[in-house]
């Protein structure tokens, strides 16, 4: 029932996206929802990730595309008035391992960082900054200037 479900939301989205309810692009939104809802039950572990509501997560590609959007417009100020880059880390709370993987994903996806290292609960990240910004050492909240509620929204999905 759930695949079927899946198929049907899939194929939905895919008819949205092509913007045709055409019988063509009918048939090859269900073949293609079909076959990528297939491969991912053969190839992905989701059974094995428990300590993440997938649920929870719905919302976040919208969350994070206000992300991708804001961080852009971020880094065309700073490269017009002058820019600096720093190492950074910044550490994490989050205790799955998932979790911790998709906000270093999303921090490297937010333009003005690149993601270098990821261990424990430390994320090593190079910044871009403005120029006269002070020394990474000397600000108090780094870590939420790039976490932001990207952590906060990843939390509600810990279980």
């Not at 929870?56 to 992300?67: A, E, I, R, S, T």
């Not at 333009?111 to 424990?120: E, H, K, M, N, Q």
């Amino acid at each position: 029932m759930k695949n079927i479900l899946a198929i049907v939301i899939l194929t939905a989205i895919w008819i949205i996206l092509v913007e045709s309810f055409e019988p063509i692009f009918v048939i090859s939104g269900i073949l293609a929802s079909t076959v990528s809802v297939m491969v991912s039950k053969r190839f992905l572990p989701l059974k094995e990730i428990e300590d993440v509501s997938f649920r929870k997560l719905v919302f976040y590609p919208f969350f994070l595309v206000g992300q991708i959007y804001s961080g852009g417009f971020y880094v065309i100020k700073i490269i017009l008035s002058g820019q600096r880059t720093d190492l950074v880390t910044i550490k994490t709370s989050l205790k799955s391992d998932v979790l911790r993987v998709i906000l270093a994903d999303t921090i490297t996806l937010t333009p003005g960082s690149v993601l270098l290292d990821l261990t424990d609960d430390e994320i090593m990240v190079v910044w871009l900054r403005n120029k006269n910004a002070p020394d990474v050492e000397l600000v108090q909240n780094k870590d939420e200037l790039l976490k932001g509620n990207i952590e906060k929204m990843l939390f509600k999905a810990q279980k």
